[in-house]
């Protein structure tokens, strides 16, 4: 009794001097902006519209943290595809945004938090998972060097990081989106952001007027130009097999969605199209591959195989509508050796420059480096990349990063299947998308490590953090035990990359 009446006391005493520690705060705060913007303003205009920009956006994340969760997935298709260094140092620009919301959102976590909260951490299969997958492409390959006394050059440091970046995004959609609303916003801004690469793709394969110069201002990889002179929708992406891949995703989304809500139907079938005829718009035959794999998936997802008699009808208008780049593709098959020039280089590539190294002594066992690319002045790009995805497991990380990608695909197969039965809410709907893409990706890595290109791999994850949410997320009408009370019992509602700095456009960077 009397420690806790002092204490009840005293309380009020502190609260009532804090707003004026609060005023005074703000007041010493606003001062220094003012004299930082008036220094700005007298160096360039641009950079001072730049720090506005920025204290905008940080004070809308941080009074709506599910801010930065839309932005990431509805720009990351818009801008992953601009070199590092052409508008922010060392990073593309959708990285320099999830580092910017990272540092933002762990500082809003410090100063709110309470101490005495409980912390009770849940860990899902399938983030216990893709961090083994990390920590298999990165401290054990880097590990085994060392012991072997290799040189461990900056482009194998930049590849380690690159599954962590993801985990990193993974991390910002998971513990930013709480509700079913904020699930189905993330779920249109993909789409959107989804139709606008599409467009872009489709009109740069029909060699449509100023296209491909607006391309030319930050999209060309590089700096190679000759690349986009093909007809190839590479988009926004800088990537045709990318670009593809989060098209394919999306028209899982697309038509779970319309299964789901059966409104906005218009806008939905009209997206749709859209990212059926921007797959065959990439120029690419494993996507088209990735298409028909897509299309089954949705079908099993949403448990209506009989969607599948609708699936010629999408072809026929794609093939038509993209037929620039078919018949570009077609035209392959008509050189000497009979198959396209793309697959000779591919093979000539692994059996020169990598399966050599991966098979010598006992390399497959823990990988041969994490780098993924060698330098060949030949090229273009000065780099020639590996373009076979189970060969990227192993040289990157052996046989530990392949048994890890197993495991991956594994539980996230049967947790995600047993998620989408029901389209109840809308992490159901992430969930029939993130099930497409670890399909599509099982099936596409025989050519390419889809796991880890840039716009791809940035989708997946975030789609597996959606799913996620159905389980003890807050509902936007109730309690958060509400939420998923229609789940099946027994069912699980749980819910790779490019380097950080330096490497970049083909291999595990495309």
């Given at each position: ?369 994490p780098s993924a690319r060698v330098v060949v002045l030949s090229q273009g790009t000065g780099y020639v990349w590996i373009e076979s995805g189970y060969t990227w497991l ?117």
């Open positions: 009794m009397t420690v806790t009446f002092p204490n009840t006391v005293a309380g009020p005493v502190r609260r009532a001097g804090r707003p004026r520690l609060d005023l005074l705060g703000l007041a010493l705060a606003g001062l220094c902006l003012a004299v930082l913007l008036g220094a700005l303003l007298a160096v360039s205009v641009l950079y001072a519209l730049a720090l506005v920009a920025v204290i905008g956006l940080s004070v809308l994340v941080w009074q709506k943290p599910v801010t930065a969760a839309y932005l990431i997935i509805g720009l990351t298709p818009l801008v992953a595809g601009i070199d590092r260094g052409r508008i922010v140092p060392v990073l593309r620009p959708n990285e320099a945004l999830a580092v910017f919301f990272a540092g933002l959102l762990t500082l809003r976590y410090f100063v709110q938090y309470r101490p005495g909260t409980p912390l009770r951490p849940y860990i899902t299969r399938i983030e216990l998972a893709l961090v083994s997958i990390a920590v298999s492409s990165s401290i054990l390959p880097l590990a085994w060097m060392f012991l072997q006394g290799k040189e461990i050059i900056a482009d194998d440091i930049s590849y380690a990081l690159v599954l962590w970046k993801f985990l990193g995004v993974y991390g910002l959609v998971r513990f930013t989106v709480k509700t079913q609303r904020q699930v189905r916003n993330c779920l249109a801004a993909s789409i959107g952001s989804a139709v606008i690469l599409g467009t872009i793709a489709i009109l740069q394969t029909l060699d449509v007027p100023g296209i491909r110069p607006f391309l030319l201002t930050f999209w060309a990889p590089f700096g190679y130009e000759e690349q986009l002179a093909i007809p190839r929708g590479s988009s926004t992406l800088s990537l045709p097999a990318a670009t593809a891949d989060v098209l394919i995703f999306n028209l899982a989304l697309a038509i779970a969605m319309l299964w789901k809500s059966r409104k906005q139907i218009a806008l939905l079938v009209g997206a749709s199209l859209v990212f059926v005829i921007g797959t065959f718009a990439a120029g690419e035959f494993s996507s088209v591959m990735g298409l028909v794999v897509g299309v089954i998936c949705i079908a099993m997802a949403l448990r209506r195989l009989d969607l599948l008699r609708y699936a010629p009808i999408g072809l026929g208008i794609a093939i038509i509508a993209a037929w620039p780049a078919v018949t570009h593709r077609l035209e392959g098959f008509q050189s000497a050796q009979g198959l396209p020039n793309s697959w000779i280089v591919r093979w000539y590539n692994l059996s020169m420059y990598f399966w050599p190294d991966l098979f010598s002594g006992s390399n497959v066992l823990f990988g041969v480096r192993l040289w990157g990380g052996g046989i530990p990063l392949f048994a890890a990608f197993v495991w991956f695909v594994r539980v996230s197969l049967k947790d995600l299947w047993a998620r989408c039965k029901d389209l109840t809410d809308w992490s159901a709907v992430a969930a029939v998308g993130a099930f497409t893409a670890v399909m599509v990706i099982v099936a596409l890595m025989n050519f390419d490590p889809h796991l880890t290109y840039r716009g791809t791999a940035d989708l997946l994850f975030a789609l597996l953090a959606l799913a996620a949410v159905g389980k003890g997320a807050a509902t936007d009408k109730g309690p958060p035990d509400k939420i998923g009370s229609q789940q099946r019992p027994g069912t699980v509602e749980e819910g790779q990359g490019e380097p950080i700095m330096g490497a970049d456009d083909r291999g595990v960077d495309r």
